[in-house]
């Protein structure tokens, strides 16, 4: 493959900012927007219970005057977790939320917990309904809150809540990946009083009201990843346009070490395959750690490697259902609890594949596009949930894959 690809905006901070929209009776407008079935599933769901606006391209103009319905059903929300990242703000101005207990891939357990114990603090009644999560609140009040573990959603949802609330918020021990400063920023043009005095601190002047905004969302890091990735395999030479460098130093010092080569130059990657790939040793981590949303990509390179490398998923307890199936493609991988083994310098050769959630699509795609032969992947569906246009883009790199409509 060659040519050029641009990477689309970040579905992970889109999906948080436009639960935002919950905050205000203002008009909020977004740019950059990626088209991809999460971002559909989330404005649905702030259609259902009362937001006004439209989707025009990459565009999304939307308004919550007045709250229709406190209801984000299971029918809507079924496909993803962004229905958890609504209770937060529609409690902050509302005082009432019921939805749909999140969904999304099956990587593992994803706990809620953490949302649910500070919102408590913040005194909303929470209840289990079902497969509901039902809350109500006077007025959530600020506190002094330390999350046990880093959550990325978690913090999101808190950074929301207590933007509206009586008093001041302390939240400690954030999760500090690019999504959520993008979020921070949101709330900042919307007129929320959120500072950061220490790393991993916000604190957060609750505001009676907030107003609308113009925002572009960042680029989409995952995305870039798994084409920066897609570079470095055999035969390959791909600029990756429209980036932000820092927000991939992990990868790129993995890269660098694996002895890729890649030229960084402003808004953009050049990287060209084809150079022997040392072998690595790779742990998730929390930003600026490697992201565990580029684990199974990457694991797809490493059986290019020449020798051993290792992979540690330390972020979630199941996300190594691709590597059944990339061995079915001929790659040798062993699992041993939370890491996998990576025997490199396999011959991949096509087959028949499944795909189980979102990154491991991803994976299987550039397994596929690695291996001798056709590749059939099947509940393709998941790529389509977070990757804009991803056929069509590695086409114009010329690609060979062709959507098989069912």
Partial sequence: MAGRVVVSGAKNAALPELAAVCLSPGTVEFSNVPLVEDIKVMF?????????GEMSGHDIRVAMPLLRSPLVSRQTT?????????????????????????????????????????????????????????????RLRGIEFEFPGKTVTGTENLLMA???????????????EPEVTDLVALLGEMGADISSPAEGTFVVGGRTSLHGAVHRIIPDRI??????????????????DDVVPEHLQSLLDILAGMGAEIAVSGQAFHVRGGAPLAPAHVVTEPYPGFPTDLQAQLTTLLTQ?????????????????????????GADIEVRGDAALVRGGSRLRGTVLKTTDLRASAALVLGGLAAEGETRIENSYQLF???????EKLQKLGAEITIIAE
Avoid: W
């Avoid at 649905?44 to 006004?52: H, N, T, V, Y």
């Avoid at 019921?98 to 891939?105: E, F, L, T």
């Avoid at 706990?111 to 913040?122: A, N, P, S, V, Y």
């Fill in 44 to 52: 649905a769901a702030l259609r259902e219970i009362g937001a006004e």
């Fill in 78 to 138: 079924q496909t993803t977790r962004a229905s958890i990242l609504l209770l937060g703000p529609m409690l902050a101005r509302h005082g009432l939320a019921r939805v749909a207990m999140p969904g999304g891939c099956p990587i593992g357990e994803r706990k809620i917990d953490f949302h649910l114990q500070g919102l408590e603090r913040m005194g909303a009644e929470i209840r289990t309904d079902g497969e509901y999560l039902s809350a109500r609140c006077a």
């Fill in 162 to 176: 207590a933007a509206l609330a009586d008093g001041t918020t302390v939240l400690r021990n954030c999760a500090l």
């Fill in 223 to 240: 995305e870039a990843g798994t084409y920066l990735i897609a570079g470095c395999f055999a035969g390959n030479d791909i600029l990756v």
């Fill in 305 to 329: 490697a020449n020798g051993v490398s290792s992979v540690r998923e330390t972020i979630f307890n199941d996300r190594f259902r691709h590597v059944g199936e990339l061995n079915r493609l």
């Fill in 385 to 391: 949930r977070g990757y804009e246009n991803m056929p």
